[in-house]
């Protein structure tokens, strides 16, 4: 097989995507299980994946189990791959990934669906789990898509929902504990798992949460990749969940309580990560980063004890407070990103994004005198409720930001401003979950009227494409039967629809014709509140009846503070050892 | 330092294998000298760019520390910081005052052939014999004739039988690339030759007139951007 492999390499785009061997990498003699991990979508994109990285570092460095990786080939790649017969293999040892014990995936968003099916057929494993025999490997997927796993329920033998390192190892140990039983047998054991959906033994499935961060558990010494990937640099979670509630927000509602590491262990994972990967850059992640209680401290510890090191904030809050934070940094400040999210003070009201106009104004004066000429913008549309004062309030916030550059940046001539447009997609578990999404000729309508409105001279406007995101849409909140119309549209040719070259809008809308449904009806519906939803079955730990009071709220624009500041809304989330933890200085 | 670059490793291409380096001299703990300017470098470079798929049994990689390093540790922290495929041969000190890069004299290469027509013996003593062998370079501002045979004078076939090797001489006006001369031999032969492997077996450096001790802490004259 090598040797075939090899030859196949001469021939493709970019080979060193598909030979492993990475620094970091792990190869196992001995082991008990062998687990293949996959995020579905190509080398340089899935390498940066953290979920990965983490569930693989877990498994190597923590138990007798041996995990490798495989990501989806590259068009070019698979098609030679069908050619010479040659099957899906996974990057440490390149043999196959059929004969692997288990194989997972990460569900990290919709438009990676058609890949998984990609993958599973180029191994030669079954799409369905009913048709796969003793000898497949057993498939099985994790991730904040999970939350609603019916659309690719079909597809899996089982799904985690919850922190993966709460239920991983719950599952090796039944596993190899079960070794030899019939795999009916093993799943039915699997089903009594707390966090475990096994689409054979549907039940009322709780999510699995990990009370505390664990050090251990830091993927200190990653795989390194080869070639130039997407972050190419050390990533370390500081924090776990978001309390701040925007209504929108899958992980905000999906990852909750909050969970922060101890700042001691925020700087020893970014020193021990940066002297084992090599990276010259470190990113502090979380879903946001400047609501970590010693953020500053954790800024000038790690600016003292390692001056070369460019240390980046992903997720900044729109506040002053937050931009002049990364003067701690000493990372080049050439370009800031805020987000906004919606024009009007009575729109951000309603979707519980606790930003007023002022502090917008502040955080982009604050940007430019700290020596930034590019601003990014990230704006939604297609929020519930929306006019078309509140796309104007777009406008007239971009154009804000460019008076205020001209004013205060070193050189008023070379003021950008990016404004980025995505349309909101409902999610499950979340308070817009009811809410069904606009339809095609609304948002034509409101990308048009941006288009016209929105001054040219350095503002710069992108509109994200409106076809994916139906597509995001009608899958994100869709039912098992959902899973036919994905499989369809692979059948027809869809994959790699995250990548606006390869998007394939007709294949997906062959595929959901063959479940006798549109893309636009089931993107575009909304639930009656007392409706029940095909995930249902899956309890976040949240309550439905908060999210539906949160729901109500926003319809009157009443705010929701934060928890961590305001007082208990009662969400549900926290249970004995499950509850907020906030590092102390 | 020397390292090969054989196996998978082949098709890590030229810009990735500098980045591989360089985390590789980092993870070894011993600081890196930097370029001067407003974007500071690490000081590292290969003597010859090496094409994805070709392998290299012995390639040369110039690069500076802060401070004196002891070389067995070096070494032995290094040896464990390449990817699969890639493995060093030896650390040294250089003495010189200019690049590798830019001393190259000639390197050598060896081609593994798929299938050996008879006629490929033929072909070789076509190409020894020919005074000149102009090819044409597809480039998007417009073609180029080279002629190879001013940086490939003689190929020799391999003692087993089942290739080719040759010496390219590197000038400052350039050079040539293997698959040229597979080519230019493919043409006299009349089919194509496959190749199953491509090597390079070794890269010649100029010795300099003048070597200074070695300096530690980075280039003291300023470098333009890279």
Redesign the interface.
Known sequence: MEKRI?SL??GVE???R??????GSIVKNDFSQRIVLSYPDVYEIGTANQAVQIIYSLINHHSDAWAERVYCPWPDMSAAMRAAGVPLFALESWKPVAAADLWGFTLQHELTYTNILEMLDLAGVPLHWQDRSEDDPLVFAGGPCASNPHPVARFFDFILIGDGEQVVPEVLALCEDGKGLPRRELLKRLAELEGIFVPAFPRQVRRAVVPKLDYELVPVRQV?P???AVH?RATVEIMRGCTRGCRFCLAGNWYRPVRERSVEDVCRAVTEMV??????EASLSSLSTTDYTCIQEALTNLAQSQPRLRVSLPSLRVDPVAIRLLGLTSSRRGSITLAPEAGSQRLRDVINKQVSGEDIEEALTEAFHGGSTTVKLYFMIGLPTETEADLQGIVDIATAARRIGRQEATSAGRVQINVSVASFVPKAHTPFQWAGMNGREELAAKHALLRREMPRKQIKLSLHDIEPSLVEGAVARGRDETAGAIEAAWRAGAGFDAWTEKFDFAAWETGFDAIGSTIEHEATRSFPDDAALPWDDIDSRVDKDFLLAEKEKSERGEVTIDCRWGTCENCGVCEDDIEMRISRP | MRFSKTG??R???H??TL??L??????T?FEMAFSQGMRPKPLLSLAMPLG??VEGEDEICDFSLQKRAPLTELAKKLSH?????MELKSVGPSFDRSKSAARVESCGYRIELESLTPTYEDAVDKYNHSPEIVLLRKRPKGDKEVDIKKYVDHVRILESGNGIAFDMEVTTEGTARPDEILAALSGFAGSELAPVRIVRTGIKVKEEEQPRPPRYGGQQKRRGRR
């Open positions: 090899e390499l001469e970019k080979p060193a598909y030979i492993g061997g990475e620094v390194i080869s070639m130039a190419d002297e084992r990967t090599g990276y010259e | 998978r490793a098709f890590i291409s810009l990735d980045s591989c360089v985390r590789a001299v980092r993870r703990g994805v798929g910081e390449l990817p699969k495929g």
